[in-house]
Structures are given as structure tokens and as C-alpha cells.
């Protein structure tokens, strides 16, 4: 995600150029000692505070995430050589234990954290130096699968303008697709030439797994990736430079057979959390189109103490236990329109758990009843 971007979208088949902004992401310094922060998918951190000092330093990043969806995280010593300080990582997740993947790992250049998220809640990232050296670090945090904001969205016949800014920077992009389309992806360094920055590109299937011949390709100049399409839909394209240098890029999305037609506007949102009576809880709903967004509730409830903002945010304090299922609608800049029904499942505290002044209570399960401590 680089500081300033600017995409420019060249659709071949009417030979016009439609000049488009992509996302204006600013690149983030870490606060101050003793770092921890709360942060989110598409955020990108370098800066003068993102250093670990000698003798033990460790810095603490945490982040919400959904069963199912599929993450990188990656930290980059941002003057990485080899012999040089060690950039290690560990993911841990809402039971303080590391994931399934998240074991700490170590690096001289970059570390990488590949994970599919197998419990819903706080996630920590956890970033120290392997001995005693300083070392000045990019954090970098995005989801493939379903691929999460800010993500763009490209269309067959279309390239985009971009640029990789920093050491350790991920840019994300996605498109719909039906199994049997033939499709190639390439990424092309704008001033590339022997032995300058290598552009590479990896291709996700919905699954969040490098397709058949997806796996990572880079090249001074362009890197591409031909896939016939096994399962059809959201596809996510992940561009990044291959060692320590900025990168001005265009990434491209052609068919070569099939019907390659697209899906147009999608809910990417997978599940809902698991809410609790008394506890403020906030949710946000995620779309594959044209943004930006307009949210609604279609039909259905919510449950009540909660409500739906227009960015397809859901916050509140759940007051009362059960199952309300709703159907969600969006709407993107082009009109077009999209909906999904989902169920919040809210649960009554645990005997003895204290709720918040002024609460009303309401019966347990068993006949148990709970009364406010205040």
C-alpha cells in the first residue's frame, strides 16, 4: 500500500483511457515505546518508530479476524542484507497460544506468516530482533482470501497504474471469474531493466491458495502468470517487489478463452461473529465491486442494541440472547446492487460475569438468574 496511488484503468476493447483513483493508503509510523497497536487488513507500517532496540525489544500489533480467511503478514528489516539483524515474527491467536502457523519465525531480509484463520477474535503480531541488534522493520498486513480492503477490483482488458513505495510493501487486487476461463495476470516494472527492481506476482484461488501455476514469479521487467480457472470466483492477484527497492508497476488481467465475463458486485463476507449479551461489539461487512459502498438492511432483524451503519458497519451492545438472521443489502458507485442473508447468534454471559451498569438481565439457560453487579 503505498503512500499515494493512482490507478488508471486502460480498457483495450474501446480503445479510450478511463484515468481512475485507487486507494489513497498512507504508509504508517508505529507509535512510540512500548509499541502496541491496534491495526488492519491493508495497513502498511514503516517508519522512524518502527525499530527494535538492542537487548530484547519487542514490539505488539493486534488485529480482529473471521474463521476462514486467509492472511499474510509479513515484517521486513527495511536494510536487510544477509548476516545483518534477524526480523522475527510470531502470530498469536484469541487463546494467547501461536496459530497453526504463527510459531515465531526469523529472517535475515523478510519474514512471511501464511495463515487461514481457524478461531474469530483478537489476533497478536508479535515482532523482535533474532539476537541483539537494532532492527528498522515494515510491517505489512493483508487478506487473500476473501480478499479484504483495499483491495481493488479489476476487469478483463484492463491494467492498472501503481507503484510499491517501501521494503516489505503488498498490493492486493481482485476479480471474479467461472471455471474453464483462461486468464493471465502480469505485472510489469514501468522502467524495468536488467538487474533494477524484480516485480513479482502471486495468484490466489477462492480457497486463499496459490492456484495450480500461481505461485510466486518475478522478473526485472514483467512477471506473468497464465491459469486455467479450476473454481470459479473471487481471484486475488498479490504484486510485491523482490528485494528492498520502490517499484512503479502496471498490472494487467486478460481472457484468453472462456466466457470471462464478470460477476459484477459480490458480498465477500463469509460469517458474523459470535456476539454476547452486555459486551460492545463492532463488525464490518466487506464487498467486491465498485466502491465505494452504500450499506442496508434488506430485511430481518438485528439484534437489538445493535445497529447497521451506511460503510456496512455494525456496532453496539447486544442486550437481548438468541438468533436473528437478516438479509444485508449493498449497493456500489455504479448502481449495481447485491444482498446476503447472514445469522448473529448472541449468547448470555457466563454465570458470575459481571455486565455493564445498567444493563437489564435476562434469564440463563437452567433457570440460573443473573443480576447486574453495579
Not at 176 to 190: F, I, K, L, P
Request: net charge negative.
Amino acid at each position: 500500500m503505498p503512500k499515494c496511488k493512482i490507478a488508471v484503468f486502460m480498457c483495450a476493447t474501446i480503445l479510450v483511457f478511463w484515468p481512475s483513483y485507487g486507494r489513497a493508503e498512507q504508509s504508517i509510523d508505529c507509535p512510540s515505546e512500548p509499541t502496541d497497536m491496534t491495526i488492519q487488513y491493508g495497513n502498511f507500517l514503516s517508519g522512524t518508530n518502527c525499530t527494535i532496540s538492542p537487548s530484547g525489544d519487542t514490539d505488539t500489533f493486534r488485529f480482529v479476524a473471521a474463521v476462514g480467511e486467509k492472511i499474510i503478514v509479513q515484517v521486513t528489516d527495511r536494510y536487510g542484507q544477509a548476516g545483518g539483524p534477524a526480523a522475527c515474527v510470531t502470530l498469536f491467536g484469541p487463546n494467547g497460544q501461536p496459530t497453526s502457523k504463527g510459531a515465531k519465525i526469523c529472517n535475515d531480509v523478510a519474514t512471511r506468516i501464511d495463515e487461514i484463520i481457524a478461531t474469530a477474535g483478537v489476533h497478536t503480531i508479535l515482532v523482535q530482533e533474532g539476537g541483539f541488534n537494532t532492527l528498522s522493520y515494515a510491517l505489512a498486513i493483508e487478506r487473500v482470501a476473501p480478499p479484504g480492503p483495499p483491495s481493488i477490483s479489476l476487469c478483463f482488458g484492463c491494467s492498472v497504474v501503481d507503484a510499491i513505495d517501501d521494503a516489505g510493501d503488498l498490493d492486493t487486487y481482485s476479480f471474479n471469474t467461472v471455471a474453464g476461463d483462461v486468464v493471465t495476470v502480469q505485472v510489469t516494472d514501468r522502467y524495468g531493466q536488467a538487474g533494477g527492481p524484480a516485480a513479482c506476482v502471486t495468484l490466489f484461488g477462492p480457497n486463499g491458495e496459490p492456484t495450480s501455476n500461481g505461485a510466486r514469479v518475478c522478473n526485472d521487467v514483467t512477471a506473468s502468470i497464465t491459469q486455467t480457472i479450476a473454481t470459479a470466483g473471487v481471484h486475488t492477484i498479490l504484486v510485491q517487489e523482490a528485494g528492498f527497492r520502490g517499484l512503479s508497476y502496471s498490472v494487467s488481467l486478460q481472457c484468453l478463452a472462456g466466457m470471462c465475463s464478470s460477476l459484477g458486485l459480490s458480498i465477500t463476507t463469509s460469517s458474523v461473529p459470535t456476539l454476547q449479551v452486555g459486551q460492545p461489539s463492532s463488525f464490518k461487512f466487506d464487498a467486491l465491486g465498485q466502491p465505494p459502498y452504500n450499506w442496508s438492511l434488506a430485511s430481518g432483524t438485528l439484534p437489538p442494541g445493535m445497529t447497521l451503519r451506511s460503510d456496512g458497519t455494525v456496532g453496539g451492545t447486544p442486550t437481548q440472547a438468541g438468533q436473528f438472521t437478516f438479509l444485508i443489502r449493498v449497493q456500489d458507485s455504479s448502481g449495481i446492487t447485491a444482498t446476503k442473508t447472514f445469522t448473529f447468534v448472541v449468547a448470555m454471559p457466563t454465570p458470575g460475569q459481571v455486565l455493564p451498569t445498567g444493563l437489564v438481565s435476562r434469564w440463563l439457560a437452567d433457570g440460573m438468574q443473573m443480576t447486574p453487579r453495579i
